[in-house]
């Protein structure tokens, strides 16, 4: 069974910085593209960032310049850091990775529980 365990939230000042990290752990063949998603009370769950196992990175428009994401083949982990935050960058900030089970088998998406980063102005 694949769990994703995230870690680093809390709450920070404005133009603070915390660096999310989550790990990958149980059964799993490999890993592909890994990311980190938002979602605000009230809001809808967006992406923040994304990195693909070769490297290749993605971010939303509202964090780019301020949030570097990055991961770690051999731990199986992915981070985020985030600098220069923001009372608006206050969520609940999710880990999820693209992981296929086997050799053979699809890639599925995994979930992390969830960490909250609260931004206080």
């Known amino acids: 069974q694949v769990q994703l365990v995230e870690s680093g939230g809390g709450l920070v000042q404005a133009g603070g910085s915390l660096r999310l990290s989550c790990a990958a752990s149980?059964?799993?063949?490999?890993?592909?593209?890994m990311a980190w998603y938002r979602q605000a009370p009230g809001n809808q769950r967006e992406l923040v960032a994304a990195?693909?196992?070769?490297?290749?990175?993605n971010y939303a428009d509202f964090v780019k310049g301020r949030f570097t994401i990055s991961r770690d083949n051999a731990k199986n982990m992915v981070s985020l850091q985030m600098n220069s935050l923001k009372p608006e960058d206050t969520a609940v900030y999710c880990c999820?990775?693209?992981?296929?089970?086997?050799?053979?088998?699809?890639?599925?998406?995994?979930w992390g529980q969830g960490t909250q980063v609260t931004v206080s102005s």
């Open positions: 990195i693909t196992r070769g490297g290749f990175t």
């Open positions: 999820n990775a693209e992981i296929s089970t086997t050799r053979w088998g699809g890639r599925n998406d995994y």
């Open positions: 149980g059964s799993f063949f490999s890993i592909y593209t």
